[in-house]
């Protein structure tokens, strides 16, 4: 009999559920072995960038497993088939793991079960992605919650703090010479040291850098979020959500941050801060319990009526938004930090959605892809949420009727433009007056400010008053009235 414990999107040792079942409950003298199956999920949203915050997150969890002897195995292929060949080496299989709501992972466990089952195995799974488990939280008809406020409202009277306690782990329990080197024929076995993290983005990866980012903010973000989170040119949010995803700090973690410092806090100001930043952190619990309830969302709209919406499928406008030369100064910003850093402001990614998806009505599914392909911190649940909210196309979305105007959002979250100048050099010496409008510049203004508009950088691709009509337009052919 063999026991695995299998690593996913719970890159770290310290507090994670499956793990320290594992540990509690492995028999002494009991063969085991710790892997990690690299592989591109049936999603297929994996970024150069992405990538290296993974490899460089494995790197480190190696490591951290070295230090106590023991060896992190990474094992490349196809989940089904890997466990399938560990079955027929070693017979009866015991394995661990935290659950994953996406539907794809749904569907890989239910096969690997299968096969851990044909043989007289058992599969021991946990909860560690969310803070409630998906169907805790339930609406009067005992139904899930198609609106955030009233399931944000339910969480909170429901968390305690046994739902975001410190799962202690014991590695001492796990010796050296039961450890199992699995060596697969079929299968490729990489060393952590092979692991390859050529394109960097913004974001560093691994449990280390997690923790520094969760304790910076802790001492020096949180009290203020509220106040500085729509603030694209300051550093104002958490920057977790990578870790978050990929597990390298846990959301209990993140969770029981948040409620020690409101438990600390002063003042009414910061107060409202860390409540701020608990509501995000539970809007993305929303957006997983959606998700597990509702796997069509691979593909579909979460209000089918809108699967009929006449779309726009302009490749070469696309492209315009993608590189970031739409000619809307905010927009082209959001665009060349996410392609630069892997990584994208918050508030901008509403706005880049909106200006996508409303000004150019083009399909969601189109920026949804272009997002995870590009995103350190791609988590299907969240962007998915997200992108179907700007399209008002998803659970508790924008009313199609309410579009962000690119021009005042930008007034509005960067009104100096600092956030402008450093992503679209060609406007750096384009003064605050124009910095949001560069077509209002005169002839004259453009020779003075040194750019050229429509030569150096592009005039506006389309015109936002005329969009907002053919958005309102196309959605009440749907809602009929």
């Not at 569907?107 to 488990?133: P, W």
């Not at 796990?174 to 974001?203: A, Q």
């Not at 952190?281 to 009929?308: A, C, G, K, Q, V």
């Not at 490749?315 to 850093?341: H, Y």
């Amino acid at each position: 009999m063999l026991y695995v414990y299998w690593f996913r999107k719970d890159l770290r040792t310290d507090d994670n559920a499956a793990l320290a079942g594992f540990f509690k409950n492995l028999p002494d003298g009991s063969k085991f072995c710790l892997i990690y199956i690299k592989n591109r999920n049936s999603f297929n949203y994996f970024g150069e960038k992405r990538i290296s915050f993974l490899n460089e997150s494995l790197k480190e969890l190696s490591r951290s497993l070295s230090e106590k002897d023991l060896d992190l195995q990474i094992i490349e292929g196809k989940s089904a088939g890997i466990f399938r060949e560990i079955t027929e080496k070693y017979g009866k299989v015991i394995l661990y793991f935290n659950r994953q709501v996406e539907p794809y992972c749904i569907k890989r466990d239910k096969e690997v079960k299968e096969i851990i089952d044909s043989v007289g195995g058992q599969v021991f799974d946990y909860n560690d992605t969310c803070i409630l488990e998906p169907g805790e939280v339930k609406n009067e008809a005992g139904d899930q919650y198609r609106v955030y406020t009233p399931f944000k409202n339910k969480s909170l009277g429901i968390i305690g703090k046994s739902h975001y306690a410190n799962i202690r782990t014991d590695l001492s329990s796990l010796k050296k010479e039961n450890e199992t080197d699995l060596s697969l024929n079929r299968h490729k076995s990489i060393k952590s040291e092979d692991l390859k993290s050529s394109v960097k983005g913004i974001i560093e990866g691994g449990r280390n850098s997690g923790i520094s980012l969760l304790k910076e903010f802790y001492e020096n973000g949180i009290s203020e979020y509220k106040e500085k989170r729509d603030i694209p040119s300051v550093t104002g949010t958490s920057m977790l959500s990578a870790h978050l995803h990929f597990g390298t700090v846990g959301i209990r973690e993140a969770m029981r941050t948040a409620m020690s410092a409101l438990n600390k806090a002063e003042s009414e100001s910061s107060k409202t801060g860390i409540q701020t930043w608990i509501n995000e952190l539970l809007w993305r619990e929303f957006y997983y319990h959606i998700t597990f309830f509702n796997p069509r969302l691979t593909s579909e709209s979460f209000r089918n009526e809108y699967d009929d919406l006449n779309w726009s499928y302009d490749e070469e406008l696309f492209d315009k938004w993608c590189r970031g030369m739409t000619g809307f100064p905010i927009v082209d910003a959001g665009m060349r930090q996410l392609n630069s850093e892997g990584w994208l402001h918050n508030r901008v990614r509403m706005i880049t959605a909106m200006f996508l998806t409303k000004d150019l009505f083009i399909d969601w599914r189109l920026g949804e892809k272009y997002f995870a392909e590009n995103l350190i911190d791609m988590d299907f649940s969240s962007n998915n949420g997200g992108w179907q909210w700007c399209a008002s196309t998803g659970v508790d979305a924008q009313p199609y009727f309410r579009i962000f105007n690119p021009y005042l959002q930008s007034k509005k979250f960067d009104p100096k433009g600092d956030y402008i100048r450093k992503y679209i050099p060609e406007l750096k010496n384009v003064p605050s007056e124009f910095i949001h409008e560069p077509d209002k510049m005169s002839s004259d203004d453009m020779k003075k400010y040194n750019v050229i508009i429509g030569k150096d950088y592009p005039a506006g691709i389309t015109e936002h008053s005329l969009a907002k009509e053919r958005v309102v337009s196309e959605f009440k052919k749907i809602k009929k009235y």
